[in-house]
């Protein structure tokens, strides 16, 4: 049981980590991308430690407590949950910056744009 | 636990992301804070099942996770200017 709490620990305080440093690089970076850069990808990873630390503590009690404990519904909803943000947040982070480019935003200091009149389905 | 503090945090972060909500310029930028603002709304519903032992609030959870990301996807289409 100790174990499984200072996994458990380190796994919030990763989380709680990466979601600061995304909400921070929101506001630190110029544009649209490197805003979405930040954002998407630190709080992802951020928020994929915190539900696997939620897993980890109640598929923990749900072994000690036996097959029919009530921990177990909420170690399996936490396992599904977790597979929904990950399918949506990358799918959603390419349609935001598809749109972006798509309605002309430039990147900022951008001298060269590669994508320039490639978009065009 | 720590459960309590970790919510206390995620909490901040999310009145942070919705104040680049309010400033941002432009329409991607306030949709890339709302999607910010989405993903910890989940993660923040997932600590609270644990906290208060209520598995009602991860089901919640998962049902806002899908809607969200249809509204990412709607706005996303309108910001290109498309038709649907």
Same mark, same amino acid.
């Given at each position: 049981?100790?174990?499984?709490?200072?996994? %458990? +620990?380190?796994?919030?305080? #990763?989380?709680?980590?990466?979601? $600061?440093?995304g909400v921070f690089g929101l506001h630190r970076f110029p544009d649209v991308y490197t805003r979405l850069h930040a954002a998407t990808k630190c709080t992802t990873f951020g928020s994929i430690f915190l539900i696997m630390a939620v897993i980890l503590h109640s598929?923990?009690?749900?072994?000690?407590?036996? %097959? +029919?404990?009530?921990?177990? #519904?909420?170690?399996?909803?936490? $396992?599904?949950?977790?597979?929904?943000?990950?399918?949506?947040?990358?799918?959603?982070?390419?349609?935001?910056?598809?749109?972006?480019?798509?309605?002309?935003?430039?990147?900022?200091?951008?001298?060269?744009?590669?994508?320039?009149?490639?978009?065009?389905? | 636990?720590?459960?309590?503090?970790?919510?206390?945090?995620?909490?901040?972060?999310?009145?942070?992301?919705?104040?680049?909500?309010?400033?941002?310029?432009?329409?991607?930028?306030?949709?890339?804070?709302?999607?910010?603002?989405?993903?910890?709304?989940?993660?923040?519903?997932?600590?609270?099942?644990?906290?208060?032992?209520?598995?009602?609030?991860?089901?919640?959870?998962?049902?806002?996770?899908?809607?969200?990301?249809?509204?990412?996807?709607?706005?996303?289409?309108?910001?290109?200017?498309?038709?649907?």
């Amino acid at each position: 049981m100790g174990a499984v709490n200072v996994i %458990t +620990y380190i796994f919030i305080i #990763i989380g709680l980590f990466f979601n $600061v440093v995304g909400v921070f690089g929101l506001h630190r970076f110029p544009d649209v991308y490197t805003r979405l850069h930040a954002a998407t990808k630190c709080t992802t990873f951020g928020s994929i430690f915190l539900i696997m630390a939620v897993i980890l503590h109640s598929a923990s009690i749900w072994a000690m407590e036996g %097959t +029919y404990s009530a921990q177990s #519904i909420l170690s399996i909803h936490s $396992v599904i949950a977790l597979v929904v943000l990950l399918i949506t947040n990358a799918t959603g982070a390419h349609a935001i910056a598809r749109a972006a480019h798509r309605s002309g935003e430039k990147p900022a200091r951008a001298v060269v744009d590669d994508l320039e009149g490639k978009d065009n389905d | 636990m720590i459960w309590l503090p970790a919510a206390i945090v995620v909490t901040i972060c999310i009145i942070i992301a919705i104040v680049r909500v309010f400033i941002g310029p432009g329409a991607p930028t306030r949709l890339v804070a709302f999607d910010t603002v989405n993903t910890l709304v989940v993660a923040i519903m997932v600590i609270l099942a644990i906290l208060f032992e209520q598995v009602v609030f991860v089901d919640v959870a998962i049902v806002y996770g899908v809607l969200s990301f249809i509204m990412t996807l709607y706005v996303a289409r309108f910001i290109e200017g498309k038709k649907f």
